[in-house]
């Protein structure tokens, strides 16, 4: 399981790292367009997402447009790494900083804490890959799978939703997403051109 793991993460960064820069920025609209048109988004009140890197499925139009529509946008804050991964949150407010840690984008403000998550109605999360099942790949850190254990018993009717290249969109029939017993699956998948939701088990 986690030979295929690494091998699936490892196809998946050589296609981001040859993705055209023109067709990223059409992407990032797209995507955009595509998560806003979502109803569990136009009628939150606060979203949790993150500022995307380079070869990451773009979120700054995103992030720009659900502020231009009165929703409160949170994003991750990485703790110093300790015996367990762990996110904090911060308001968006257009002004990012290098963490230091993974260097990974993240606001400047104020820390509003880990159980902060709880405060998201839709959380729209990062992935390299998700199934048609729901099976949601990460880097491998795990930060974000101790987040949905945490919000699991924070507030469990929050949305989880995976941003993904349309081409990480998989076929669970065919080319499944390895799954081991700590990984978390999401509710539903947004690519630039497609939006699945999965049944809650």
């Given amino acids: 399981m ?3 793991k690494k091998a699936l993460r490892r196809t998946v960064r050589r296609s981001r790292a040859e993705r055209d820069e023109e067709l990223k920025h059409r992407d990032a609209a797209d995507l955009s367009t595509r998560v806003l048109a979502l109803e569990a988004v136009r009628r939150a009140s606060c979203v949790a997402v ?36 762990v996110l904090d949150w911060g308001l968006d407010t ?29 959380l729209l999360i990062p992935a ?11 880097q491998g850190r795990g930060y974000y799978d ?17 941003l993904v290249h349309d081409d990480e969109l998989l076929d669970a029939a065919t080319t499944p997403v390895p799954r081991e017993p700590h990984d ?17 088990a």
């Avoid at 390299?128 to 990460?138: F, K, S, Y």
């Avoid at 987040?147 to 949305?159: F, G, I, M, N």
């Fill in 94 to 122: 257009g002004h990012l900083e290098d963490n230091n840690v993974l260097n990974l984008w993240q606001p400047s403000g104020e820390r509003l804490g880990p159980d902060a998550i709880a405060q998201a109605d839709v």
């Fill in 146 to 162: 101790a987040t949905l254990a945490r919000l699991s018993s924070l507030r469990p009717d929050a949305l989880v939703i995976a």
């Fill in 128 to 138: 390299l890959a998700v199934d048609t099942n729901g099976a949601r790949m990460g």
């Fill in 50 to 85: 993150y500022a995307s890197l380079p070869d990451e499925p773009g979120t700054a139009d995103l992030r720009r447009a659900l502020q231009q529509q009165g929703i409160r946008v949170l994003l991750p804050v990485v703790v110093e790494p300790t015996s367990s991964p």
């Fill in 184 to 200: 978390r699956p999401v509710d539903g998948v947004v690519t630039p051109r497609r939006s699945l939701s999965f049944p809650r």
């Fill in 2 to 4: 986690v030979a295929a």
